[in-house]
């Protein structure tokens, strides 16, 4: 039976404020967590969760997001048990990846690859799980002990001074008793019968093009991450890695919040639109919104950022202050992006949307480039605004101008 209009509202709901708290309390103990921690450790600590996290979101090779097209309840359980053993032999790989690198960088934070992965891999498949039985008060709860749990966890790990292994162990805790917590309902068969034999070829071939089409994109938009933290430890060093991971954490928290909430109301409406003249107009209305909101952002970060950032999070994280300035322009069309990413789902333009994104993944990574041999660290986010204004800017035209006759334009 489908959900009620009601019952859906209140699951949103519930997802959004369990969302809204398990981002704020990051947020507000983030300059406490700054002066614990400094920005070297911050860095190492970057380096090795970002490099996981790109190995954990394909850990199941997107099979999880299959479960909800799963309507029995066995072969719903068939199908967490292929995620299960695909999330073990990425474990595994992660092994091997974590054991290399403690030989060829000496980096012994890299022991704690495998558990990263795990944790990471399992919250994801589970609250896929939790979600499929309309288990929404689970996940909201998991979202706020994994993502708050984790920022209390490394505040206690920062006062006892455990340094960058303080900053891995209170986010993997926190991730892994998220996964625990979203553990329900039990299978079918028992959480024992998913290590009996079950038609896992048959359902990987049922859902095969998740791991075929989707596992791809995910892992691309996550090496983005991973590329320019690594190129920033290579290139300059641990701290100004660390200083990097801090400063878009907090420019990019404005974009996740606003425009969350704003994509959720902008989707439906757009599809629900009279005529396709109604829906652009809407689309334009909220660009010019969003860009309404940006501009002082931007502006105040261009002014501000250096003085901001000391303030909030003591002396040593000045370089981050910097690093936002020259990042302002590239945060404020991120900011006005981000919630018009719907746009593309509501008129059937996904596979447009797709080749723009890795061309975008391309140009970011090549004006972090330039801009790290022309001018360090603040140079990466002069090179990095730059490219990127190209890359949005011909997004917000092509948004503008686009026609049904279109939708399959490349």
């Not at 600590?45 to 394909?58: E, I, R, Y």
């Not at 589970?126 to 708050?148: D, H, K, N, S």
Request: proline share 5%; aromatic share 10%; charged share 10%.
């Amino acid at each position: 039976m489908a959900p009620s209009q009601g019952g859906m509202r209140r699951s949103a709901l519930t997802l959004l404020a369990g969302s809204a708290l398990a981002q704020v309390l990051p947020l507000l103990l983030g300059p406490w967590i700054a002066r614990l921690y400094t920005p070297a450790e911050y860095g190492q600590f970057s380096l090795v969760w970002t490099v996981a996290s790109n190995l954990a979101v394909v850990g199941c090779a997107r099979y999880e997001f299959a479960l909800a097209l799963e309507t029995g309840d066995k072969g719903a359980a068939a199908l967490l048990a292929l995620c299960l053993r695909l999330l073990l032999a990425m474990t595994a790989m992660a092994v091997l990846v974590g054991v290399a690198w403690m030989i060829w960088a000496d980096l012994s934070l890299a022991a704690a690859l495998p558990l990263i992965v795990l944790a990471a891999s399992a919250s994801q498949a589970l609250g896929q799980w939790a979600a499929r039985a309309g288990q929404f008060a689970t996940l909201a709860w998991g979202r706020v002990v994994q993502w708050g749990g984790g920022a209390l966890a490394q505040v206690g790990f920062g006062l006892l001074q455990a340094g960058p292994w303080g900053l891995i162990g209170g986010a993997t805790l926190a991730t892994a008793a998220a996964a625990a917590l979203q553990a329900r309902p039990t299978p079918a068969g028992g959480w024992r019968g998913l290590l009996d034999s079950q038609p896992l070829r048959e359902m990987a071939h049922k859902h095969r093009d998740f791991p075929l089409l989707n596992t791809p994109h995910a892992f691309a938009g996550a090496l983005q991450d991973t590329l320019a933290i690594a190129m920033l430890a290579a290139w300059l060093g641990s701290p100004e890695a660390g200083a990097w991971a801090l400063a878009l954490r907090y420019l990019k928290a404005p974009a996740s919040l606003v425009g969350g909430s704003l994509s959720q109301v902008l989707y439906p409406r757009l599809t629900q639109a009279g005529s396709f003249a109604e829906a652009r107009a809407l689309v334009r209305r909220s660009m010019l919104l969003l860009a309404g909101i940006a501009l002082p952002l931007m502006l105040a970060l261009l002014a501000l950022g250096p003085w901001l950032f000391e303030l909030v999070f003591g002396p040593e994280w000045r370089g981050a202050g910097e690093l936002a300035r020259s990042l302002a322009p590239y945060i404020a069309l991120h900011f006005i992006a981000s919630p018009l990413s719907v746009v593309l789902m509501a008129w059937g333009a996904q596979a447009w949307g797709l080749k723009l994104a890795l061309v975008g993944q391309v140009l970011f990574v090549a004006g972090l480039a330039a801009g790290l041999h022309l001018g360090g660290l603040a140079g990466a986010g002069w090179g990095v605004s730059a490219a990127m204004l190209l890359y949005f800017g011909y997004f917000f035209w092509a948004l503008l101008q686009w026609a049904p006759a279109t939708r399959e334009m490349t």
